[in-house]
């Protein structure tokens, strides 16, 4: 492939490789120990502050579901959470979700919808608020937001928050933490490991995203399956193809493929691809990968395909928007109905605000 993506598959390497230092406790993870134990120590007293009330945290008027991980990087988070929101919506609720929004912008809370520009408001909540049509509101300030949200729609009558399981000064009702199959890693946390808080973390519910249900893990465990079953052209989203029919249906023998994923996780998305029969190169690159020029230029490939959350940010540019071998891989999460409906109960057990 062409050196002109060189440096980003560089930085994704060096991503790689930190992953990998933070399953085991090897050398580089125990150095970092000492370095841990601080991040550990300053942590908790940071959350004392608010458990004593040393801080003042903010109950809304309306139920808070927080969705989260606490191991660094893509667990499936905004899949889940479009999942969520469908669920409560079938379930009476009208939700909203507001969210930090990576590489967003401004400080103050933005609202999006399906015309934001990513670099302005993220792109996982411009992917949220395309997949799960709701109301979303980003923000550094999570409160800030969540009550800009409700004086913009006041029929609104829960508010899921997208990450933010360290937002102290938001109160909740439910929280969820998200993993997948690298579990808590080797359980220590930042530097010397993958995790923000303790693996004894309290939490309502874990999610996992995969097949292996990983050790160690607080109940109850729900497992999320991410199923992607077709692809949509790019410059053209009436075009979709099942993945298991690619090369037949575009009439190609052996077409090169190649697989570009800007993702937490792109292993995942390549296994997924894999998985449905397909033979691809692949392409990691860095998570949140801004595209602002274009990393195919020089890729000698007949069919590109890109992540959802990539290919909000591949429309931003003309060449990418307009390059006819990009295909986008919708994924749609699958999880046991159960789930949903302990949520909804603990919403509605909620105390008063």
Not at 276 to 294: K, S
Request: charged content about 20%; glycine content about 8%; aromatic content about 6%.
């Amino acid at each position: 492939m062409g050196g002109n993506f060189r440096l980003p598959q560089q930085r994704s390497t060096l991503e790689s490789a930190l992953m990998r230092a933070w399953m085991q406790r090897g050398v580089l993870s125990c150095m970092l120990l000492p370095l841990s134990l601080v991040f550990r120590t300053l942590s908790a007293m940071r959350r004392a502050t608010y458990t004593l009330g040393r801080s003042s945290s903010t109950r809304l008027p309306v139920p808070v579901i927080v969705v989260g991980n606490i191991f660094v990087g893509g667990t499936g988070k905004t899949p889940f959470t479009i999942w969520l929101v469908q669920q409560l919506r079938r379930a009476g609720y009208v939700p909203g979700v507001i969210s930090r929004g990576y590489g967003a912008s401004h400080g103050i809370p933005q609202t999006v919808d399906a015309q934001s520009s990513p670099a302005t408001v993220g792109d996982e909540p411009l992917l949220i608020a395309r997949r799960a049509a709701c109301p979303v509101v980003v923000g550094r300030n999570r409160v800030a937001a969540a009550q800009a949200l409700l004086a913009q729609h006041p029929d609104v009558n829960l508010i899921v928050s997208d990450d933010g399981l360290q937002h102290y000064a938001l109160k909740r009702d439910v929280e969820i933490v998200l993993c997948d199959e690298r579990g808590n890693g080797n359980g220590w946390m930042l530097p010397a490991g993958p995790l923000r808080e303790p693996a004894s973390r309290r939490r309502d519910f874990t999610v996992v995203n995969g097949e292996i249900l990983p050790a160690g893990l607080p109940q109850p465990i729900f497992r999320m399956q991410l199923a992607g079953d077709f692809a949509q052209r790019l410059t053209d989203p009436s075009q979709a193809v099942a993945l298991q029919d690619f090369p037949a249906m575009l009439g190609m023998k052996r077409p090169r493929i190649v697989a570009a994923a800007g993702i937490g996780n792109p292993a995942r998305f390549f296994a997924m691809l894999r998985n449905a029969g397909l033979v691809i190169d692949e392409m990691p690159l860095p998570d949140h990968y801004a595209f602002a020029d274009d990393p195919f230029a020089k890729i000698q490939a007949d069919i590109i395909l890109v992540t959802e959350k990539d290919a909000v940010k591949c429309m931003q540019l003309d060449t990418l928007r307009n390059d006819p071998r990009l295909w986008v891989v919708p994924v749609t999460a699958r999880l046991d109905d159960a789930l949903a409906e302990r949520i909804v109960e603990k919403c509605r057990g909620r105390p008063t605000a």
